[in-house]
């Protein structure tokens, strides 16, 4: 039987025209479902019982379970128990905007990024849509507030679960589901080119960011497999065709790890990488974890690597830090939790 999470409007408004109903029974549907929030099929007055009944026999609207939380300054980790009782992670980020968060989309990765705690536990199987919509719905049941901000960085490659990834991004984005808006959501890619050029035909108006990590492949091989497949040419290559395209910047995303790739010469390189590109680099300080031999820059080495970046004319941000106390890395508190 079907999680009615995992359906978008247009899979909805299908089912009710395959089964002779019109397809406005959709959108009562879906009002029901994210605007107030029933968790029973009986409760959605306005629609008649045989179609009650129908969407009974077809549908179940199982939740996932809180199993564990840290919390930290401005930042709350939620370990989820699943329908199979596979775990997954979700990072709920407080920023002066609104209530950011950072949804799974896999149980484990099998993307194997040497500093990345997800890639440990090798992935179990892709998350179902529904599993990812209900991450978002637990926290705003436990916040009792509105997550204004979605980003797909957590446990998993979301283009490594391409056609779930998108379903979610549509009952998420509608304005008769959770209603977040486009430029609000963001996706996070390794990098497997053939499926950014999918994206870029898919027409989805939500930000992308590219972990990128290096700026040669050299180093990036090094760090993560993915680049042997699609080393850096080929991947900058299909985002100049994507912002051109789209007319929407690109986000790389790049973890500074001690002595690896946070040298000056590593800023240049990037620096010239980029240049042209409608990009900004956000640089991450890297939350270290007890798995792991990496370490975290020094604040005085991030700031000379973001002044030699601005100096050569990149945008570039350097990420506030979140919960290096509550386990907030990707995969950690999972991680932890397994082995205990």
């Not at 039987?1 to 025209?17: A, P, R, S, V």
């Not at 998108?166 to 959501?185: E, L, Q, T, V, Y």
């Given at each position: 039987?079907?999680?009615?999470?995992?359906?978008?409007?247009?899979?909805?408004?299908?089912?009710?025209?395959e089964h002779n109903e019109k397809a406005f029974k959709a959108t009562q549907v879906f009002e029901w479902l994210y605007?107030?929030?029933?968790?029973?099929?009986?409760?959605?007055?306005?629609?008649?019982?045989?179609?009650?009944?129908?969407?009974?026999?077809?549908?179940?609207?199982?939740?996932?379970?809180?199993?564990?939380?840290?919390?930290?300054?401005?930042?709350?980790?939620?370990?989820?128990?699943?329908?199979?009782?596979?775990?997954?992670?979700?990072?709920?980020?407080?920023?002066?905007?609104?209530?950011?968060?950072?949804?799974?989309?896999?149980?484990?990765?099998?993307?194997g990024c040497a500093f990345c705690e997800s890639g440990r536990l090798k992935k179990v199987r892709h998350l179902e849509?529904?599993?990812?919509?209900?991450?978002?719905?637990?926290?705003?049941?436990?916040?009792?507030?509105?997550?204004?901000?979605?980003?797909?960085?957590?446990?998993?490659?979301?283009?490594?679960?391409?056609?779930?990834?998108?379903?979610?991004?549509?009952?998420?984005?509608?304005?008769?589901?959770?209603?977040?808006?486009?430029?609000?959501?963001?996706?996070?890619?390794?990098?497997?080119?053939?499926?950014?050029?999918?994206?870029?035909?898919?027409?989805?108006?939500?930000?992308?960011?590219?972990?990128?990590?290096?700026?040669?492949?050299?180093?990036?091989?090094?760090?993560?497999?993915?680049?042997?497949?699609?080393?850096?040419?080929?991947?900058?290559?299909?985002?100049?065709?994507?912002?051109?395209?789209?007319?929407?910047?690109?986000?790389?995303?790049?973890?500074?790890?001690?002595?690896?790739?946070?040298?000056?010469?590593?800023?240049?390189?990037?620096?010239?990488?980029?240049?042209?590109?409608?990009?900004?680099?956000?640089?991450?300080?890297?939350?270290?974890?007890?798995?792991?031999?990496?370490?975290?820059?020094?604040?005085?080495?991030?700031?000379?690597?973001?002044?030699?970046?601005?100096?050569?004319?990149?945008?570039?941000?350097?990420?506030?830090?979140?919960?290096?106390?509550?386990?907030?890395?990707?995969?950690?508190?999972?991680?932890?939790?397994?082995?205990?």
């Open positions: 039987m079907k999680n009615i999470y995992g359906m978008t409007l247009d899979n909805l408004e299908q089912y009710f025209l605007k107030r929030r029933v968790s029973t099929f009986q409760e959605m007055t306005n629609v008649k019982k045989e179609t009650l009944e129908q969407l009974e026999q077809d549908f179940n609207m199982q939740g996932i379970t809180l199993v564990t939380k840290t919390e930290g300054k401005d930042v709350i980790k939620f370990l989820f128990e699943l329908a199979d009782s596979n775990k997954v992670e979700a990072v709920l980020m407080k920023h002066d905007y609104g209530n950011s968060l950072c949804v799974s989309t896999e149980v484990g990765c099998n993307m849509t529904h599993e990812m919509v209900l991450q978002i719905l637990a926290v705003e049941s436990y916040l009792k507030e509105r997550v204004s901000h979605v980003v797909l960085m957590g446990i998993g490659e979301p283009f490594d679960n391409y056609d779930n990834v998108i379903d979610f991004i549509s009952i998420i984005n509608s304005g008769k589901g959770i209603d977040i808006g486009a430029r609000h959501i963001t996706v996070s890619t390794c990098g497997i080119v053939p499926k950014i050029e999918a994206f870029m035909q898919d027409g989805k108006q939500v930000n992308l960011a590219i972990s990128l990590h290096a700026p040669n492949d050299t180093l990036r091989n090094q760090l993560m497999p993915i680049n042997k497949a699609y080393p850096i040419e080929q991947l900058i290559s299909v985002l100049k065709k994507y912002s051109q395209k789209t007319n929407r910047r690109v986000t790389f995303e790049y973890i500074l790890l001690d002595g690896v790739n946070d040298t000056d010469a590593c800023a240049l390189e990037l620096a010239q990488l980029l240049k042209g590109l409608n990009c900004y680099v956000n640089l991450i300080p890297y939350n270290e974890t007890s798995h792991i031999e990496f370490k975290k820059s020094s604040k005085e080495t991030i700031m000379r690597f973001y002044d030699i970046l601005k100096k050569n004319k990149i945008n570039v941000t350097i990420r506030k830090e979140f919960g290096r106390r509550v386990m907030a890395a990707c995969g950690q508190l999972r991680s932890n939790y397994e082995e205990a």
